[in-house]
């Protein structure tokens, strides 16, 4: 007989996207699960982010009038992700599931009194691609007072990052404050919401924190067990099936042990330096935005008890720079360089993607650069004063001065041409002067040639809607020139354990390790290499938490 502390019919490991969903789901079904979180906040790099799940044929969609079904969903994610090779996370099996289950799930959470919204006219980032949608399958949480959670659980929740009391929906289009009165009404909102947080003791918050908000406060409600600061190292393991999980801390050790399976929903391995070197030789942690829990371990305890693991070498980039002396997420450039009047280059002054691209697609056009040969990290976004005028930059509002210490240690550089601002980069002049005449044609045409940049609909959703001819390319004419140093960075890894259509881990061979599930960025990812529409980590990490729960829950008779 195995020894052990407790017994609950149901472990997560980690309180990701995935965690709160699947143990909702055990409590609407009677069962008894505990979710175990290693740092002393609940919600993980979920709680960080946007906060949007990608769901095809989902039921907010279907109210707005729009059509979609599983057929349409199906030969999207068929169609895109199959080339190059997804990986074993990319099974069709995997990819039927996330479609068919994904609405099922969003409806479940619905009915737990979950407010979403849909994230109106956020594009799936392939809408020409065949079963693609110009409108979006992406749902957001409705903006939350984590005041809601109460004085045991307010202070729980992880609340660095986009904690403004703003929808990622609004967070994308306020930043064209200057262009548009769209921009100047979701700035007025926001500050009727801030005077709320300060007349009516409210403490709004948007976004990821929104969403894991109303999964912690639905939970708490429904008496899900939920510990902070209690790091899982081991799995408890019988004839080759988990039987149940090791915490350790502080000379402590727990093991308490899980009738119907152990769900590990940990996260990647951003902040792993062992790790990245091993599968990601390129990129440095120091890059990553991922939560500081991000560190692997369950990936690794999984290969050690006969799991497998794919696409490792993979990760959700995002264009990425590094201010000096600066605190939190780092400035994450993916609505910048889809605007207008700007360009990324390499060291020899030439493009290497289409800016307004999925930011996936743009890090890994960047490493590819880089690996051909090119110096391509760091790679340079280069804008003119047209841009500036107009544009945010790195978190600074259109105009303002670049703070001096950025400009002092060389974060921004300027010039009044852009030979002297290659120079100043070690850019190749005539390579960036090249570039930049070749692209200013495009501009006027308003048809990118070479990467094709403001054809997708997701170019344009992050473009300039009244610049003219396109919302995508302006020209960069303009001095003072500026260029700031662009890394691949990530905000999660996207390789991890091998899992099934039931969310089950799988050894190297494929067969199934016993009552052992993975969900989110500690499994291979179901879209392959694609990043297919906002939400696509986050959405799949909550329908396999969900698909792992209900499966549990059948083995229990649930
Ligand atoms: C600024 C930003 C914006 C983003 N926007 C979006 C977006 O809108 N949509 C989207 O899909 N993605 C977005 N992402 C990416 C997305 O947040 C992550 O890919 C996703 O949240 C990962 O979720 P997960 O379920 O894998 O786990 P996570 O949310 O990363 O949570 C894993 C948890 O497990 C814990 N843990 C780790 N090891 C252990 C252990 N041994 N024992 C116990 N606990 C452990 C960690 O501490 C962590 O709390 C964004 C990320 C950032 C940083």
Not at 370 to 386: C, L, N
Not at 450 to 479: A, C, I, M, N, V
Not at 512 to 518: D, K
Request: glycine share 12%; hydrophobic share 35%.
């Amino acid at each position: 007989m195995i020894s052990a502390n407790q017994t609950y019919d149901f472990i997560v490991v980690g309180s990701g996207g995935g965690s709160m969903c699947a143990a909702l789901y055990l409590k609407s079904v009677g069962l008894n699960p505990l979710v175990l979180e290693k740092t002393e906040f609940i919600g993980g790099s979920t709680a960080m982010s946007g906060g949007v799940l990608w769901i095809p044929n989902n039921s907010l969609n279907r109210e707005a009038g729009l059509q979609d079904s599983p057929e349409k969903g199906r030969q999207y994610l068929d169609t895109l992700t199959t080339s190059p090779d997804p990986g074993r996370g990319g099974t069709q099996a995997r990819r039927h599931a996330f479609v068919d289950q994904g609405p099922e799930m969003i409806d479940f959470l619905r009915a737990q009194g979950i407010e979403l919204l849909r994230a109106d006219g956020y594009s799936d980032y392939y809408d020409d691609s065949p079963g693609g949608m110009a409108e979006g399958r992406a749902i957001v949480a409705k903006v939350f007072d984590v005041k809601r959670l109460g004085k045991e659980w307010a202070s729980k929740l992880r609340l660095t990052g986009l904690t403004l009391p703003l929808t990622i929906r609004e967070v994308c289009k306020i930043v064209l404050i200057k262009k548009t009165w769209e921009a100047k009404q979701i700035a007025m909102r926001m500050t009727l919401r801030q005077l709320q947080n300060k007349l009516f003791g409210k403490q709004l918050v948007g976004t990821g924190a929104a969403l894991q908000g109303r999964m912690l406060e639905a939970c708490v409600k429904a008496g899900a067990e939920i510990r902070i600061n209690s790091p899982v190292c081991e799995f408890i393991m019988e004839n080759g099936a988990v039987r149940g999980v090791v915490v350790r801390k502080d000379g402590s050790e727990e093991r308490i042990l899980s009738r119907y399976g152990v769900l590990i929903n940990a996260g990647g391995f951003s902040h792993n330096p062992e790790m990245r070197a091993r599968y990601q030789p390129e990129v440095k942690t120091l890059w990553s935005s991922a939560n500081p829990g991000d560190t692997g371990e369950m990936i690794e305890e999984t290969l050690r008890v006969g799991g497998s693991v794919d696409a490792m070498d993979e990760s959700w980039w995002i264009s990425t720079s590094m201010p000096p002396e600066h605190q939190g997420i780092w400035p994450l450039h993916i609505t910048e360089i889809a605007k207008p009047h700007t360009i990324m280059v390499d060291a020899q002054g030439n493009r290497f993607c289409n800016e307004g691209a999925s930011y996936m697609e743009v890090g890994q056009m960047q490493l590819a650069r880089h690996r051909s040969g090119v110096e391509a990290i760091p790679g340079w976004m280069v804008f003119d004063s047209q841009y500036h005028k107009d544009y945010m930059t790195a978190g600074t509002m259109p105009g303002a001065k670049f703070p001096k210490k950025w400009l002092d240690s060389g974060y921004i550089q300027v010039a009044d041409t852009l030979a002297e601002l290659a120079g100043k980069c070690g850019i190749d002049a005539s390579g960036l002067e090249k570039t930049v005449e070749r692209f200013n044609g495009f501009a006027r045409s308003g048809v990118d040639l070479d990467y094709h940049r403001g054809r997708r609909q997701y170019d344009r959703w992050f473009g300039d809607p009244t610049h003219k001819p396109s919302p995508s390319l302006g020209t960069l004419e303009k001095g003072p020139y500026y260029a700031l140093k662009i890394y691949p960075g990530d905000v999660g890894t996207a390789g991890g354990i091998v899992a099934d259509e039931f969310a089950r881990a799988l050894t190297p061979t494929n067969d199934i390790i016993e009552n052992l599930y993975a969900t989110g960025n500690s499994s291979a990812p179901v879209c392959g290499r694609y990043y297919v529409g906002p939400g696509t980590s986050i959405g799949a990490s909550f329908t396999f938490g969900y698909i792992a729960a209900k499966h549990a829950a059948a083995k229990a008779g649930m």
